[in-house]
């Protein structure tokens, strides 16, 4: 039988993702709630690298085929999650041409 490891005060934490409580009160899947975190993740690097747009807003690129392959789900499944961030107002999605 393993022997089960606490955290101690001096245990460095592994990297982790945001993930705000207020997901938790929201009407959408469990898969649009981790993608969500994934986004704010990659939000959070384009806030330090000044990726706003002309109104001062934070943008991020994530393709889908990237989010798909972290998240270890199909195209479809992503799309769908991303269209309930999108309904709850979490999400707003802007196609470019950045060939993705």
Do not use: C, H
């Given at each position: 039988?393993?022997?089960?490891?606490?955290?101690?005060?001096?245990?460095?934490?592994?990297l982790?993702?945001?993930?705000p409580?207020?997901?938790?009160?929201?009407?959408?899947?469990?898969?649009?709630?981790?993608?969500?975190?994934?986004?704010l993740n990659?939000?959070?690097l384009?806030?330090?690298?000044?990726?706003?747009d002309?109104?001062?807003?934070v943008?991020?690129?994530?393709?889908i085929?990237?989010?798909?392959?972290?998240?270890?789900?199909?195209?479809?499944?992503?799309?769908?999650?991303?269209?309930?961030?999108s309904?709850?107002?979490?999400?707003?999605?802007?196609?470019?041409?950045?060939?993705?």
């Open positions: 039988m393993e022997k089960t490891s606490f955290i101690s005060a001096d245990t460095k934490l592994p982790y993702l945001p993930f409580n207020y997901l938790l009160q929201l009407d959408i899947s469990q898969t649009a709630r981790v993608l969500y975190a994934l986004l990659r939000a959070t384009s806030q330090k690298n000044e990726w706003v002309e109104r001062g807003r943008f991020i690129v994530f393709p085929e990237e989010l798909a392959k972290e998240m270890r789900k199909g195209r479809t499944t992503i799309k769908a999650a991303l269209n309930e961030l309904g709850a107002g979490l999400f707003e999605r802007i196609r470019t041409d950045f060939g993705y």
